[in-house]
C-alpha cells in the first residue's frame, strides 16, 4: 500500500466453496488484515466450476487456488508461473524466471536440477506465486494387513488389501 500511496484498500480472496477453502480464506483474511494497517480482505466462496470459469476469466483480485501433480518433478510445479501457461491466471511474466525453466528443459541429471532449483527460488523471491501448503494424510493401518501401499502420487488401492 506504501508503493501506492493509498492507506486504505480493500481486495476480494476467491476460494472455492469447500470446508477447507473458507477456512484456509478466513485465515489469509484475519493474518494480511492484522499485518497490513489499512487492508481489507473479502472474501467470495463459490462452487468450483464457477471459481474456474473465473480463474481462466482472470475476474478476481486474489485468487486461492490449488495443484496436484501426477508425475514426480519439480518441473510440473514450476511451470504454473510460466509465461504462456493456461493456468498462470494472473498472466505473471519474469524472463530470468522464464529463462532458467528453458534451460533447465535442455537439461538432465544433477545439472537439471540445480537449475530448476534456482527458477524455484527466483520464483519465491519475487513472488510469481506464493504456496501455503501441502495437504497429507496420518493413516493407522493394522499390523495384520497387507498390501496396503501409499506413494507420493497416489493412495492405497483397497482391492490389493489383504489379511496376513
Known sequence: ?????????????????????????????????????????????????????????????????GWSTNLLDASDFLDLAAKGNTVNFTGWNDTPFNTLLAKAATQTGLNRYNTLMDANQRLMAVK????????????LVSKDVGGLKDTLLHGAQYKYAYWK
Not at 510469481?128 to 493413516?139: E, F, M, T
Open 1 to 65: 500500500m506504501k508503493e501506492t500511496g493509498k492507506t486504505k484498500v480493500t481486495l476480494n480472496l476467491l476460494t472455492d466453496d469447500t470446508d477447507d477453502d473458507k477456512h484456509v480464506g478466513a485465515y489469509l483474511q484475519s493474518v494480511m488484515e492484522k499485518n497490513f494497517k489499512g487492508l481489507t480482505v473479502t472474501t467470495t466462496s463459490i462452487p468450483h466450476a464457477q471459481h474456474v470459469a473465473r480463474d481462466f476469466a482472470g475476474t478476481f483480485e486474489l485468487n486461492l487456488t
Open 128 to 139: 510469481g506465486y506464493i504456496p501455503l501448503y501441502q495437504p497429507s494424510q496420518a493413516k
